[in-house]
């Protein structure tokens, strides 16, 4: 059975563990300027999304094109808040590949696990910006 002495022991040695990764992955070039890149398209996806609110729409209350397709027209429309959706999505992903390289820092082929995290992370949130780009062309176009 698992007392609470030990179960706050091993949230302790894990806690410490991830801030001991967390130091080591801040202490390596790449990952500075993988995590910089990572967050200025994070913040243009952010303002983008911010800009075409504002320009499309009066209100939270108005609707949105969110997806358009050639064959059919027009097949998702939702509120202007469901806009945010995407970015938020960027965000998220950017998070979780962040903690996966954090709990796999330990492997043997960390260097190669680090670059593909993050560059999948980076096309990911291009993609995303691409798309905020054609929901903007869709509804104001």
Do not use: Q
């Amino acid at each position: 059975m698992l007392s609470l002495s030990s179960f706050i022991d091993k949230i302790y040695l894990l806690v410490r563990d991830i801030s001991d990764a967390f130091e080591h992955l801040w202490a390596l070039f790449y990952v500075k300027i993988y995590l910089l890149i990572i967050l200025l398209t994070n913040i243009l996806n952010w303002s983008l999304v911010y800009w075409v609110v504002g320009k499309i729409s009066n209100s939270y209350d108005d609707i949105i094109i969110l997806h358009y397709n050639v064959d059919f027209g027009v097949s998702l429309i939702k509120k202007v808040g469901w806009f945010y959706v995407i970015p938020l999505l960027g965000s998220i992903i950017s998070i979780i590949n962040f903690l996966l390289l954090i709990f796999v820092y330990n492997h043997k082929d960390r260097k190669f696990i680090a670059h593909l995290l993050f560059s999948t992370t980076i096309l990911v949130n291009i993609f995303l910006l691409f798309g905020i780009i054609a929901i903007f062309l869709v509804n104001y176009f």
